[in-house]
């Protein structure tokens, strides 16, 4: 049973532990109180045989002596019940959280292109509440109370078997009514909370593009939105409870007649002279206690069946395919070479079906050079850049640095080697000396503040009010897009690993402050293996080679020199962007200001049409 119980309820060892004494101490508690109902039968009995027949009152030392008793019982098998179905499990759902999380952390990111971010989010928090509601709540009061009425109901049998069936027959049929509910009720769990994932997913997509929406003054239709989601899931939320509270009053009502028939089988056995009043008295103080420990079991049944399908998609994450490696990495250099390399979306992997992205990618990025990647959008470049780091691994070919397989390594250690920037920016609700560090943890003050120079930093950060101790906010919001990304690059120059990868790092930076990151990037990067993706040809044009992917798979290859004099496809990109930026400097030279400020920014709309062409 146990075992069913682990696969089930997603328990670790430590949990399984837990149920077993929880359970024990539950149906212990539950055998006291009915003993104590007992030892009140027993005091009953002496008084009505003082008023029927004369005899002594019972001695009031034993009765004192006997409360104490039961009390001191009761506290103890209390305190053990609630110490195992309350705070072992706080304990079990917290590490659950923690076993999830490293999880994800070790899985590969196809697995994040297949799930949803805010169903990822309802999981660890959601059903793992949900999961830690089940486990305190009802698996210990639901089984203990069985085990102690089982108990109770086999020892009432020698009193009067009759009264024993007149006061437990309504507890199996109570529980069956809601037993046999699961199967209908259970799609209903998994609608709501489907309900409830769409409210996230719109809460967060509010939150991110706050600013987009108050730009283009979007908040009446995006709250308009956001209202129907939530009416949406207050709605299903209702139907469920209603359904769910419909069924589980039936069961109460169903429970509660036991009372009546053991009250009118008494009656009547009582009439016929079959039993005495006293014992009546017994099974009438017996079936108001023995249904107490089923009413919360009952009304949270439903919610254990509910915690099953959590408990199920719990267990799928922790089942998925981790990408697993040695632990040993010793390359000879860090040349990163390409050998034929396939990629292809899985079914349902980023948004797409069984989609070919790379079909023959071959190249290699030397040490102590800078390979850049050009080509159309959609052309593969930055899958490339993910291969090489082995965030996905390629269908076929391989992918070696230094001679070594990466799908051979494990990706931590693979990473450690790997410093990376990408075009969009992560950064932490921490100061900028903080977050600059997060490149190597053990870095002196000097090592931060010489890469941030490198980066380029000092210039805004010299403006901000406690310099590198002042806090940038959740993402970085405090500041513009080029000092989140500088900050990047001052991390990735920080942990100085041997192979960086560039994907678009300079995007966000004006000409004048791209100079300088590009020439303290060819200052610093000396000796490196270094990978650049990149759509505007300014940034490349000193790459000591360019790889040209089109349509997945390598087009031309070779130095900015040769390609252009190939007159191939770099060289008609070069000449796309030329033209788009003589055409913006055309319509500066057209004189009047409503002709410069319309004329210029169809020029630039026309060299953004361009440059996305060039965008990986």
């Not at 020199?561 to 319509?587: I, P």
Request: proline share 2%; glycine share 8%; net charge negative.
């Amino acid at each position: 049973m146990f075992a069913s119980f682990q696969k089930k309820y997603f328990l670790s060892d430590k949990g399984v532990a837990g149920v077993k004494r929880g359970i024990f101490w539950t149906a212990l508690t539950n055998l006291i109180t009915m003993a104590g109902m007992g030892f009140l039968f027993l005091v009953m009995g002496g008084f009505v045989e003082h008023l029927a027949s004369g005899a002594d009152l019972p001695d009031a030392l034993p009765i004192v002596g006997g409360l104490l008793v039961f009390f001191v019982l009761l506290f103890a098998s209390n305190w053990q019940q609630y110490y195992y179905t309350y705070c072992i499990f706080y304990e079990e759902c917290g590490k659950q959280r923690m076993e999830i999380a490293e999880r994800l952390r070790k899985l590969p990111l196809s697995f994040f292109g297949r799930r949803d971010l805010a169903d990822l989010t309802e999981t660890i928090m959601g059903d793992v509440q949900a999961m830690e509601h089940a486990y305190s709540h009802v698996l210990g009061e639901l089984w203990g109370a069985i085990i102690a009425s089982a108990i109770v109901f086999v020892a009432s049998l020698f009193f009067c078997w009759q009264l024993a069936i007149a006061a437990f027959w309504s507890v199996p049929v109570a529980f069956a009514v809601l037993y046999l509910t699961r199967g209908p009720m259970t799609p209903v769990f998994d609608h709501v909370r489907a309900e409830k994932v769409k409210v996230t997913e719109a809460i967060q997509e509010t939150l991110d593009c706050v600013r987009e929406i108050r730009a283009t003054n979007q908040e009446a239709h995006y709250l308009e939105g956001l209202n129907a989601v939530i009416d949406a899931e207050e709605r299903e939320t209702t139907k469920g409870e209603l359904a769910n509270g419909l069924l589980v009053n039936s069961a109460f009502a169903i429970l509660r007649l036991g009372i009546a028939t053991t009250l009118v089988t008494g009656a009547a056995m009582v009439a016929s002279g079959q039993v005495d009043f006293l014992v009546m008295f017994a099974f009438l103080l017996m079936v108001s206690r023995i249904y107490a420990p089923f009413d919360q079991a009952l009304m949270l049944m439903s919610e254990l069946f509910a915690a099953e399908s959590s408990a199920k998609r719990m267990r799928s994450i922790m089942e998925e395919p981790v990408a697993r490696g040695s632990e040993q990495f010793e390359p000879v250099g860090h040349d990163v070479v390409f050998d034929h390399v396939a990629f292809g979306y899985g079914a349902g992997e980023d948004g797409r079906a069984g989609e070919k992205v790379l079909t023959d990618v071959s190249f290699t990025a030397k040490e102590g050079e800078v390979t850049a990647l050009v080509g159309p959008s959609g052309s593969g470049k930055s899958t490339v850049s993910r291969l090489a780091a082995r965030f996905w691994d390629a269908t076929a070919g391989k992918v070696t640095v230094g001679g070594v397989d990466v799908a051979s390594v494990d990706p931590e250690v693979l990473l450690r080697d790997y410093a990376i920037v990408f075009q969009d920016v992560l950064l932490f609700d921490d100061t900028v000396m903080g977050n600059i560090r997060l490149g190597r943890r053990d870095a002196t003050d000097e090592e931060v503040l010489a890469a941030a120079r490198a980066a380029n930093c000092d210039e805004f950060v010299s403006r901000m009010p406690q310099g590198y101790d002042t806090m940038i906010g959740e993402n970085g919001s405090k500041l513009s897009g080029g000092e989140r990304q500088r900050i990047s690059i001052a991390r990735a120059l920080l942990k100085d690993a041997p192979i960086v990868l560039l994907d678009e790092a300079t995007a966000s930076l004006d000409v004048e402050n791209e100079t300088v990151v590009q020439q303290a990037l060819s200052r610093l990067l000396a000796g490196k293996t270094v990978i650049v993706i990149a759509h505007r040809m300014r940034t490349v044009e000193n790459a000591d080679k360019i790889v040209v992917l089109k349509d997945g798979m390598v087009a031309e290859q070779g130095t900015p020199a040769q390609l252009k004099a190939a007159g191939g496809e770099f060289a008609r990109m070069v000449a796309l962007q030329k033209e788009a930026a003589g055409s913006c400097k055309k319509g500066q030279r057209d004189s009047p200001f409503v002709t410069l400020t319309i004329g210029c920014s169809a020029s630039l709309i026309f060299k953004r049409l361009a440059m996305a062409d060039l965008d990986s």
